[in-house]
T-cell receptor, first 115, second 110 residues
Framework: ETGVTQSPTHLIKTRGQQVTLRCSSQSGHNTVSWYQQALGQGPQFIFQYYREEENGRGNFPPRFSGLQFPNYSSELNVNALELDDSALYLC??????????????FGPGTRLTVL | SQQGEEDPQALSIQEGENATMNCSYKTSINNLQWYRQNSGRGLVHLILIRSNEREKHSGRLRVTLDTSKKSSSLLITASRAADTASYFCATAGNTGKLIFGQGTTLQVKP
């Protein structure tokens, strides 16, 4: 059984640029969630995808968008990067229904630095 | 906004001692989950306790939930140096979100 993987591991961008982060969910999982974790803080929920549809969103502006593909992998896109977007971006997958009724399996994260 | 608030923010103990971390939250929940994070890496799920449960065990971990007080505690017994990590509680309610607290940083000294 393959765990959750994320790419790239690290990324450096400049303010105003756009970035795409990728996540492959664990085998058999149909729900993917994305989180932003600033240094020294807890993860903050960005959004969740269930069967290719957005299902729940946190307090993030529209320049944070996502996709889920038929194989349940997912992308997080961030447009017009700001310095405060520098963080660890975590992806998590889970099985069963949408929502958070089951444990989440996290990937190792992508460290994004915005200069 | 962060719903779960962990207490203490930091905890330092000797190997073999027990570690207790507390989590308080504000709104009604379906379940509460505890996670561990080592050195800014991905989170590892520890225990999920549902709103109709009061206590759960997993190995050296014991989690309690008091919905009347909107609080939970995580007890790690006979701690080891490898337990050094940050521990987060996260609540799942009817909002369609999983909301994490700020975390407790645990240091276990050999």
């Amino acid at each position: 059984e393959t765990g959750v993987t994320q790419s790239p591991t690290h990324l450096i961008k400049t303010r105003g640029q756009q970035v795409t982060l990728r996540c492959s969910s664990q085998s058999g999982h149909n729900t993917v969630s994305w989180y932003q974790q600033a240094l020294g803080q807890g993860p903050q929920f960005i959004f969740q995808y269930y069967r290719e549809e957005e299902n729940g969103r946190g307090n993030f502006p529209p320049r944070f968008s996502g996709l889920q593909f038929p194989n349940y992998s997912s992308e997080l896109n961030v447009n017009a990067l700001e310095l405060d977007d520098s963080a660890l971006y975590l992806c998590a997958s889970s099985a069963g229904t949408s929502g958070f009724y089951n444990e989440q399996f996290f990937g190792p994260g992508t460290r994004l630095t915005v200069l | 906004s962060q719903q779960g608030e962990e207490d203490p923010q930091a905890l330092s103990i000797q190997e073999g001692e027990n570690a207790t971390m507390n989590c308080s939250y504000k709104t009604s929940i379906n379940n509460l989950q505890w996670y561990r994070q080592n050195s800014g890496r991905g989170l590892v799920h520890l225990i999920l306790i549902r709103s109709n449960e009061r206590e759960k065990h997993s190995g050296r971990l014991r989690v309690t939930l008091d919905t009347s007080k909107k609080s939970s505690s995580l007890l790690i017994t006979a701690s080891r140096a490898a337990d050094t990590a940050s521990y987060f509680c996260a609540t799942a309610g009817n909002t369609g979100k999983l909301i994490f607290g700020q975390g407790t940083t645990l240091q276990v000294k050999p």
